[in-house]
């Protein structure tokens, strides 16, 4: 069956959103030594699709993943969770707010010991309650408006306004202007995208290279029944662990409780009863490979 001409347009716009956004996206993760995960051919994973596994058992499928020590052939750790829309009307922008934050969150929640970046890129009509929402969870927002993209479609021709009574005659001829179009112009609308809303563009980019950027301040190990120590790196504090004389005191170790205090002020905490599981918890920091959801 084939696709109605309506739908396809709107494929069109969403792959323009994301051709305007990928190469910004590519400049910060060769910046910083990430590797960026996009749809298409990956050897570390199956199929074209970037999928990542939830605690719960749940696969979810993702526009873009910037990994820290991720390769073509190796799944890294997630740095940033990043998801692109478009939508016309609010009404169908609502439900789409809810499905991104449905894919994230429970990504953000298992690898919350990472604590990872999340974002959205968003175009066309969207409500300030479904913006506002996205913040009070803790996303980072980039937002094209309507209009917006609509004047970028006008730069090469295109009048992609449409509404629920257009014909889709007119769709199909919006779809003929674009197929028209060279690669050459098809890159310059998707640029002017970004150039129309830079100042947007920079705020998101440097929340994103922020999160990047942080570092370890610290790292706090305490024993229950001992005295904090603070180590200045996830290297001294597994060496502490490793050294510490459970047997020199009076009382057993209960548990251990971990502190990885971040330099912007963001802080991991977790608590395990034996000195394996913490260090398993704190090499998670240094990068291990993760397995790929199949």
């Not at 740095?79 to 478009?86: C, N, P």
């Not at 001829?173 to 179009?181: D, G, M, P, R, Y």
Request: net charge positive; with cysteine; proline share 4%.
């Amino acid at each position: 069956m084939a696709e109605p001409p309506a739908h396809k347009f709107g494929q069109i716009i969403g792959d323009t959103l994301e051709a305007a956004i990928e190469p910004v996206l590519r400049k910060v993760a060769q910046e910083h030594g990430l590797y960026l995960d996009r749809k298409g051919r990956r050897l570390a994973r199956k199929g074209r699709k970037v999928r990542w596994k939830d605690q719960y058992g749940n696969v979810h499928d993702l526009d873009y993943v910037l990994e820290r020590n991720g390769t073509p052939r190796k799944i890294g750790v997630p740095v940033a969770f990043i998801e692109s829309a478009w939508r016309r009307y609010t009404k169908h922008s609502r439900n789409k707010a809810q499905e991104i934050q449905g894919a994230i969150l429970p990504l953000r929640e298992t690898h919350s010991r990472v604590a990872p970046f999340v974002g959205v890129v968003l175009a066309g009509e969207f409500t300030e309650g479904s913006l506002e929402q996205f913040r009070s969870l803790g996303f980072s927002i980039l937002y094209f408006p309507y209009e917006v993209v609509i004047e970028a479609f006008a730069r090469v021709g295109i009048d992609a306004r449409s509404t629920e009574r257009t014909a889709d005659a007119e769709f199909a001829s919006k779809v003929k202007q674009w197929e028209a179009l060279s690669n050459r112009r098809k890159a310059a609308l998707a640029q002017s995208l970004v150039m129309q809303r830079m100042d947007g563009v920079q705020e998101f980019m440097d929340r994103l290279t922020r999160a990047i950027r942080r570092q370890i301040a610290s790292v706090r190990v305490l024993p229950l029944h001992g005295t904090p120590i603070d180590c200045t790196s996830i290297e001294e504090a597994i060496k502490f662990i490793f050294g510490y004389d459970e047997a020199g005191n009076s009382h057993p170790v209960i548990r251990y409780e971990i502190s990885v205090k971040y330099n912007n002020g963001d802080t991991v905490v977790a608590e395990f009863g034996d000195k394996e599981d913490g260090v398993d918890f704190l090499r998670q920091f240094q990068g291990p490979e993760l397995t790929p959801a199949s």
